[in-house]
């Protein structure tokens, strides 16, 4: 069975203040790892996607990064308008097009 | 962009009521899902869709039904609304292939079951 656990549950940062968030997996056969912003009471935005270990994506102040064991999202000089919950969720070679989603990392970002 | 909508963002029903939820892409997606996300317990997969007319369980189907009569629209079916299922209703969709697969969510439904 496919697993994602997510750390911090959650990270309150000062504006500037860089850091990390992690997401360790096991799954058979990655298919996929992805990531997601969640404002409260909203869906989901998507992020990123990352197939392969040694990949990394950036969109603004956000950076991806995965392994074979784990995927980090780091977060460089963030503003208070980053503050929201970051999923995580692998698709595994076993599945039929599921995701397996982390509980989640709440990041508050103070100004 | 891709764009997922679902019907209502608020939907207040009572217990025994039958409860639609809709969800239409527009992105000629083959692939269709539904979640409930619940404090704690993260997202869950209810059922899910890969084509008109198919439909396959998710890890919690119990007390849920599901519809797609048309490719771009999924439908979640309460036959008989429980308090328990109070919660947020997420739908998403997706494509088939690496590149392709992401899952694009809609803005969610906060149903709640008096």
Redesign the interface.
């Not at chain 2, 697969?101 to 969610?108: A, E, M, S, V």
């Given at each position: 069975e496919d697993q994602v656990t997510q750390s911090p549950e959650a990270l309150r940062l000062q504006e500037g203040e860089s850091s990390s968030l992690n997401c360790s997996y096991t799954v058979s056969g990655l298919r996929g790892l992805f990531w997601y912003r969640q404002d409260p009471g909203k869906g989901p935005e998507f992020l990123f996607t990352l197939y392969s270990a040694g990949e990394e994506k950036e969109k603004e102040r956000l950076k991806a990064t995965l392994t074979k064991k784990e995927s980090f999202l780091h977060i460089t000089a963030p503003k208070p308008e980053d503050s929201a919950t970051y999923l995580c969720a692998v698709l595994g070679g076993g599945s039929n097009y599921k995701l397996t989603f982390g509980k989640g990392t709440l990041l508050t970002v103070n100004p | 962009d891709v764009k997922?909508t679902q019907s209502s963002r608020y939907l207040v029903k009572r217990t025994g009521e039958k409860v639609f939820l809709e969800c239409v892409q527009d992105m000629d997606h083959e692939?269709m899902?539904w979640y409930r996300q619940d404090p704690?317990l993260?997202?869950r997969?209810i059922y899910?869709s890969?084509d008109v007319k198919m439909k396959?369980k998710?890890d919690i189907p119990e007390g849920y039904s599901v519809s797609r009569e048309k490719k771009e629209r999924f439908s979640l079916i309460l036959e008989s609304a429980s308090t328990n299922q109070t919660s947020?209703y997420?739908c998403a969709s997706?494509s088939y292939g690496?590149?392709t697969?992401?899952?694009?969510?809609?803005?969610?439904t906060?149903l709640t079951v008096l």
């Open positions: - | 997922v692939n899902f704690g993260g997202l997969l899910f890969y396959e998710g947020m997420l997706s690496r590149g697969d992401t899952q694009y969510f809609g803005p969610g906060r």
